[in-house]
C-alpha cells in the first residue's frame, strides 16, 4: 500500500524512507536510515518533485501513483542530479511517457551522462528566475550551484509560500511515520544528523550555502521542503540560524574537541591527562574521540560545532598515523576554518607526526595553531607536567 503524507492541500510527499543503507554515498554511517523526499503538486497541471533513489523505487513508484489517483503526471522538474534522487527519472518518463522534463541546462548535460539511453519526449529548460505555472501553484526556479553539485536549482511556490530547497536543509534520518518539524524532537534527537549531514555533505561549501540563505531571506518562505529529512512549518528560524552559522564556519559552542589515534593506548593516556587538565583549569565542555574507533564524518560535524581542538597522533613510517591524518584531510577538505588547535606528537624515535599535521593545518584559513607542539617520546613523562599545563593554558586562553 502507499505511504504518502499530505503537506497542505494540493501538495503530497512521496517520498520513501531507507533503513537498510548502511552509508550514504557508501561512505557515512546512518544509523537512523534516511529518507528520500519527493512531492506531488495537483493543480491544473501536476508536478513531480525530485524522484528518489533506486533503492525505494517500487515504494515511490507507488506512491506517486496513488497521488495522482488516475491524472497524468505533466511535469518532473529535476533539482539535483545525485542518484539518490533522479534515479527513477527514467521510470517515471516509461510510465508517464507525455511528461515533459523540467531542468536546466547542467541538469540535462547530467541526465545524458548518467542515463544515456533516457530520452525524454519533450523537455523544458530553464534557468534563473523562470516560473512554471501550474494554475493556483507556480513555480519559480532559483539557482543553488554547489549546495551540493553545479546543477542544483531550489524552487519557490507562491502560493503556499513554500521553498523546494534541494539538498539543502536536509538531515540524514528515516522519517519514522512523522514529516513536519513540529511531529518530532528535533533538537534532542535530530540535530546531530543534521549537522553531520550538513558538515560532511555541504560543508565544504559555506560561500554558497551563504549565497542561497541571501536569495532565501528576499522571499517570504512559510515552509522548506528538503530531499531528506523533516518538512520545515513551525521553527524555520531554527534550522536557518544553525545553516547560517555552519556555512560561516562560526563554532556553536566554546568548548574543546580532543581526536586522537593511540596504538597501543600510550598517546590515548596523553590525551586523558591532558582531558584532565583541561577540567582542571575550568573547562566544561570536552569531547574525546579515538580517530580509529569513531567514523570520520562525527568527529567532522564536532570539529564544526567547538570553538577548540586538540589532535593527538603517533608517527607512523616516517608521516602520520592515518586515521588521523585522514580526520585532518577531511577538515581541509571541508575547508573548516576560524578554530584554535593544539597539536601532540608521539615518535618512540623519531617523532615526525607534529611536523606533518602542521603541514595540513597550515595550509586551512584562520587555524591559530598553539606552539609548541607537544612531543611525547613512547609515552607522557611526569616531566612534562608542566608542558601539559602550559599547552592546556594556551589553547584555553
Ligand atoms: Fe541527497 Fe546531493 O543528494
Not at 523544458?124 to 543553488?144: N, R, W
Not at 601532540?344 to 586551512?364: C, L, R, Y
Request: proline share 4%; glycine share 6%; net charge negative.
Amino acid at each position: 500500500m502507499q505511504c504518502t503524507r499530505k503537506v497542505t492541500d494540493g501538495i503530497y510527499w512521496v517520498g520513501a524512507n531507507d533503513r537498510r543503507l548502511a552509508k550514504f554515498e557508501n561512505m557515512f554511517p546512518i544509523p537512523r536510515g534516511v529518507s528520500y523526499n519527493s512531492y506531488v503538486i495537483l493543480d491544473g497541471k501536476t508536478a513531480l518533485m525530485d524522484t528518489a533513489d533506486s533503492s525505494v523505487a517500487e515504494r515511490f513508484m507507488e506512491n506517486v501513483a496513488a497521488v495522482l489517483d488516475g491524472r497524468a503526471l505533466d511535469y518532473l522538474v529535476v533539482q539535483h542530479m545525485e542518484p539518490d534522487h533522479c534515479a527513477n527519472i527514467a521510470a517515471i518518463i516509461e510510465k508517464y511517457p507525455d511528461v515533459t522534463v523540467v531542468g536546466n541546462a547542467k541538469t540535462m548535460q547530467m541526465i545524458g551522462q548518467f542515463y544515456s539511453g533516457t530520452k525524454a519526449k519533450h523537455t523544458l529548460l530553464v534557468k534563473e528566475g523562470d516560473k512554471l505555472p501550474l494554475g493556483e501553484h507556480e513555480l519559480t526556479f532559483v539557482t543553488a550551484p554547489m549546495v551540493h553539485w553545479p546543477e542544483v536549482m531550489v524552487s519557490y511556490e507562491s502560493k503556499e509560500k513554500i521553498l523546494f530547497s534541494a539538498d539543502a536543509f536536509g538531515t540524514f534520518g528515516a522519517l519514522n511515520g512523522a514529516l513536519f518539524d513540529d511531529e518530532i524532537f528535533f533538537d534532542a534527537i535530530w540535530m546531530e544528523d543534521a549537522r553531520r549531514y550538513y558538515t560532511n555533505i555541504v560543508g565544504k561549501y559555506g560561500p554558497q550555502v551563504q549565497a542561497l540563505l541571501k536569495k532565501a531571506a528576499g522571499i517570504e518562505i512559510d515552509m522548506i521542503c528538503p530531499l531528506h529529512g523533516p518538512v520545515w512549518r513551525s521553527d524555520l528560524d531554527l534550522l536557518l540560524e544553525k545553516y547560517d552559522q555552519w556555512s560561516r564556519y562560526e563554532a556553536e559552542e566554546d568548548g574543546v574537541l580532543l581526536v586522537y589515534g593511540s596504538m597501543y593506548g600510550n598517546t590515548e593516556n596523553a590525551v586523558e591527562v591532558l582531558a584532565a587538565e583541561m577540567v582542571e583549569q575550568g573547562m566544561k565542555n570536552i569531547k574525546v574521540y579515538d580517530a580509529s574507533v569513531t567514523d570520520c564524518s562525527y568527529l567532522i560535524a564536532e570539529a564544526f560545532r567547538y570553538s577548540r581542538i586538540l589532535v593527538a597522533a603517533p608517527t607512523y613510517n616516517a608521516g602520520l598515523f592515518a586515521p588521523v591524518e585522514h580526520f585532518l584531510n577531511d577538515m581541509k577538505a571541508l575547508n573548516l576554518q576560524n578554530k584554535k588547535i593544539a597539536l601532540v606528537e608521539n615518535g618512540s624515535w623519531a617523532p615526525m607526526a607534529g611536523k606533518h599535521m602542521k603541514a595540513i593545518v597550515e595550509t586551512m584559513k584562520n587555524m591559530e595553531i598553539v606552539e609548541p607542539v607537544l612531543t611525547l617520546k613512547s609515552a607522557i613523562q611526569p616531566a612534562q607536567t608542566e608542558d601539559v599545563k602550559k599547552l592546556v593554558e594556551e589553547l584555553l586562553k
